[in-house]
T-cell receptor
Framework: AQTVTQSQPEMSVQEAETVTLSCTYD???????LFWYKQPPSRQMILVIR??????QNATENRFSVNFQKAAKSFSLKISDSQLGDAAMYFC????????????????FGQGTILTVHP | NAGVTQTPKFQVLKTGQSMTLQCAQD?????MSWYRQDPGMGLRLIHY???????DQGEVPNGYNVSRSTTEDFPLRLLSAAPSQTSVYFC????????????FGQGTRLTVV
């Protein structure tokens, strides 16, 4: 079974600075997707960024980018120019894309990292 | 476009009571899932459906039942509530496309006393 580990329960950053959230995962599959979700105090789950394992280029969405290291099974999220609205719980998640497997299509989440942004 | 709608948003149950958490989506998504969120444990998959009439167990299925008679609805039934089922419950849906984004409802905070 796949596992996702976020080893930083809490992180903090000054407004306008850069912060990196860590995520590692364990899988024997080669075809999968990785996601970062944001959960603000409203509880709504919001997709921040996704990465397909077969794509070597790191995904980028505006101020959010990832460092995807497939061999090391690492998937960190970098937030540049942090804003007060970035304060939230962030979840890393894995989803198999190998059809036929028992875990196909099912999201496996990490424990979450609470990000605080200081003005 | 309402997206994924969960009801109720909050619920308090007594131990042993049963109830159904409702989930409806209006995006014609094939895949629907139920997760529970507990502190320090992230979200864990309870049950899963790839289409009407097809369901599958997730990581933590005990104490919960599901059925999917329509594409739009995927209710989660608690058969006999226990304090260990105190949690926040999320319903999610997506298309069957490989990299499709999962859309989540607003969650239901359930307390079992």
């Amino acid at each position: 079974a796949q596992t996702v580990t976020q080893s930083q329960p809490e992180m903090s950053v000054q407004e306008a600075e850069t912060v990196t959230l860590s995520c590692t995962y364990d899988t024997s599959e080669s075809d999968y997707y990785l996601f970062w979700y944001k959960q603000p105090p409203s509880r709504q789950m919001i997709l921040v960024i996704r990465q397909e394992a077969y794509k070597q280029q790191n995904a980028t969405e505006n101020r959010f980018s990832v460092n995807f290291q497939k061999a090391a099974k690492s998937f960190s999220l970098k937030i540049s120019d942090s804003q007060l609205g970035d304060a939230a719980m962030y979840f890393c998640a894995y989803r198999s894309a190998s059809s036929g497997g028992t875990s196909y299509g099912k999201l496996t989440f990490g424990q979450g990292t609470i990000l605080t942004v200081h003005p | 476009n309402a997206g994924v709608t969960q009801t109720p948003k909050f619920q308090v149950l007594k131990t042993g009571q049963s109830m159904t958490l409702q989930c409806a989506q209006d995006m014609n998504h094939e895949y629907m899932s139920w997760y529970r969120q507990d502190p320090g444990m992230g979200l864990r998959l309870i049950h899963y459906s790839v289409g009407a009439g097809i369901t599958d167990q997730g990581e933590v299925p005990n104490g919960y039942n599901v059925s999917r008679s329509t594409t739009e609805d995927f209710p989660l039934r608690l058969l006999s509530a226990a304090p260990s089922q105190t949690s926040v419950y999320f319903c999610a849906s997506r298309t069957r496309d490989r990299g499709a984004e999962a859309f989540f409802g607003q969650g239901t905070r359930l307390t079992v006393v």
